[in-house]
């Protein structure tokens, strides 16, 4: 296939490039190059003989319609978003032009190309979003395909929208499309101002290592390779105007989290003391969700898709990746808002 990759130059779409590439399809980056992205995640492709790279704004009507008359991808997956919490608490208006007005954009752009091209049955529009979409969970149960939408953040809000814009675009057009919702992610390449890299980072400086609230917040975590591979997976074979969610089937705790990563970091990288005395409670964000986790029961049944990673194993491999790929996230500190405390705002 020949792949159209929205936000191509960020941490998760990168990891989908590298892994399209290494499994035969043609790839078009597409990517605005905003503060969180970085070619430098796709540098080992760079100079294979079925990647492209496009700098392009989603939110510019008529770029969109002249690479997608230019390249005549087969599908496209849509990844490019501004995706930091904090960040949208603190300048939301970036996250609403983004996230829905771009994808409209993207939207219109798509229907137009589809429709020129006489509607080929295997054209597809792969939309992907976050189970933050859905709210917070209580202390039971999981997020399902039917969970109802309760956003609780800007950003999570603006997603909400644009996976709205999706359904409606495949229900009203016919446009043929797929969603899918994820756990939060992680693994080589991830911006250093999420908290995985943070965690690693201020430990190897010897700085506190913050946690908001009382670290019992609980997340999924899902390794960005096993994330790449679902959602190669539900392009090529999931049903139309269908959602798949994809979850890492590991919960944990912030606290516990962090932990778990010093206690790798004092194997491979002693310091003069445990990393964990780092650890510093530092105050919550607002609307902070209590707990997410993601019930994959759909997309192993319906696709015979697991992650195949640990926390163990996926953890220890990330910390080596940053520890052997220093000059990659040096120069990264240096943008703007990386390594301050954002979103404390009310």
Not at 241 to 250: D, F, L
């Amino acid at each position: 296939m020949k792949i159209l990759v929205t936000g191509g130059a960020g941490f998760i779409g990168s990891a989908v490039i590298r892994r399209a590439i290494a499994d035969g399809h043609e790839v078009v980056n597409l990517d605005v190059l905003t503060y969180a992205a970085c070619l430098d995640n796709v540098a080992e492709v760079a100079d294979a003989s079925g990647y492209t790279f496009e700098q392009a704004d989603i939110r510019d009507a008529a770029a969109m319609a002249s690479i997608l008359e230019r390249h005549a991808p087969d599908a496209i997956m849509h990844l490019a978003a501004e995706s930091h919490v904090d960040r949208s608490i603190d300048g939301p208006a970036a996250f609403i032009e983004t996230n829905i007005a771009g994808t409209y954009v993207l939207l219109e752009a798509a229907r137009a190309h589809w429709n020129a091209r006489g509607k080929p049955e295997g054209f597809r529009f792969h939309h992907i979003s976050t189970d933050e979409v859905f709210g917070s969970l209580g202390e039971t149960g999981f997020f399902t395909e039917e969970s109802p939408y309760r956003p609780n953040s800007p950003y999570s809000a603006s997603k909400a929208g644009s996976d709205h814009l999706v359904r409606a675009w495949h229900e009203t057009y016919g446009l043929p499309v797929v969603l899918t919702n994820c756990s939060n992610n992680y693994g080589p390449f991830q911006f250093p101002e999420k908290l995985i890299p943070v965690v690693i980072l201020k430990a190897l400086a010897g700085e506190p290592i913050p946690i908001y609230g009382k670290g019992d917040n609980i997340r999924d975590w899902l390794h960005v390779e096993d994330h790449a591979e679902a959602l190669l997976l539900v392009l090529e074979k999931g049903a139309f105007g269908r959602s798949y969610n994809i979850g890492g089937e590991n919960e944990m705790t912030n606290l516990d989290l962090v932990r778990m990563l010093c206690t790798i970091l004092d194997r491979l990288r002693p310091g003069a003391q445990p990393y964990a005395d780092l650890i510093t409670f530092v105050t919550d964000r607002p609307g902070h969700d209590r707990r997410y986790a993601i019930d994959p029961a759909r997309i192993r049944a319906e696709l015979g898709w697991r992650p195949s990673h640990t926390p163990e194993t996926g953890l220890e491999q990330t910390v080596r990746w940053y520890l052997d790929n220093e000059p990659w996230w040096r120069k990264l500190q240096a943008r703007t808002g990386v390594g301050e405390r954002l979103g404390v705002a009310k």
